[in-house]
Antibody, heavy 117, light 110 residues
Framework: QVQLQESGPGLVKPSGTLSLTCVVSGASVTNNNWWSWVRQPPGKGLEWIAEIHHTGATNYNPSLRSRVTISVDQSKNQFSLNLNSVTAADTALYYC??????????WGQGTMVTVSP | QSALTQPPSVSGSPGQSVTISCTGTSSDVGSYDRVSWYQQPPGTAPKLMIYDVGNRPSGVPDRFSGSKSGNTASLTISGLQTEDEADYYCSSYTNSPSYVFGTGTKVTVL
């Protein structure tokens, strides 16, 4: 079955850049799916960050667009997230997700990122 | 973009029905039949329960149903069971284009 696995530093300094990677297994990123990042601050709700298609097409959350870049690496069957100028408000559990049409049907287990000096 | 509005909590006894509302705007829920619902028990990743307003993925019990009227979507859980206790989130495609989630609702089985 399709599995997603996030990886990246668990601690990022304020004003730094958060970089995460999601490795896809059991499916190809070149399938006709979109792939997204979603985050959840501790004890709070879900926030959609960005999506990408293997063709390189992207869409971003308007409130985060100026700080976010999403990319895909077909050769490694993975996609990535960069979020710059981070603050404590970016502390969250970050999920990578596969789209099924306009829904999110496969979720990674999530990776916790803390922004702290 | 603002989060979709959900009630913070709903509760019911086993066997009863509960309904969770999800209110958006004409830029999201009101314009697209692209509303989905997710169940998130504590400490776990969300699970897709309903897609495209009222469709259930394979394996989701038919006790879960969805609907939409205007700018408000709803999730109904009929015949409430103890394992249904969790947080529930709605999501909608928007005209940005982007996606927006709801504020989340905690379902408690009394």
């Amino acid at each position: 079955q399709v599995q997603l696995q996030e990886s990246g530093p668990g601690l990022v300094k304020p004003s730094g850049t958060l970089s995460l990677t999601c490795v896809v297994s059991g499916a190809s990123v070149t399938n006709n799916n979109w792939w997204s990042w979603v985050r959840q601050p501790p004890g709070k709700g879900l926030e959609w960050i960005a999506e990408i298609h293997h063709t390189g097409a992207t869409n971003y959350n308007p409130s985060l667009r100026s700080r976010v870049t999403i990319s895909v690496d077909q050769s490694k069957n993975q996609f990535s997230l960069n979020l710059n100028s981070v603050t404590a408000a970016d502390t969250a559990l970050y999920y990578c997700v596969r789209h099924w049409g306009y829904a999110f049907d496969v979720w990674g287990q999530g990776t916790m990122v803390t922004v702290s000096p | 973009q603002s989060a979709l509005t959900q009630p913070p909590s709903v509760s019911g006894s086993p066997g009863q029905s509960v309904t969770i509302s999800c209110t958006g705007t004409s830029s999201d829920v009101g314009s697209y039949d692209r509303v989905s619902w997710y169940q998130q028990p504590p400490g776990t990743a969300p699970k897709l329960m309903i897609y495209d307003v009222g469709n259930r993925p394979s394996g989701v019990p038919d006790r879960f149903s969805g609907s939409k009227s205007g700018n408000t979507a709803s999730l109904t859980i009929s015949g409430l069971q103890t394992e249904d206790e969790a947080d529930y989130y709605c999501s909608s495609y928007t005209n940005s284009p982007s996606y927006v989630f709801g504020t989340g609702t905690k379902v408690t089985v009394l």
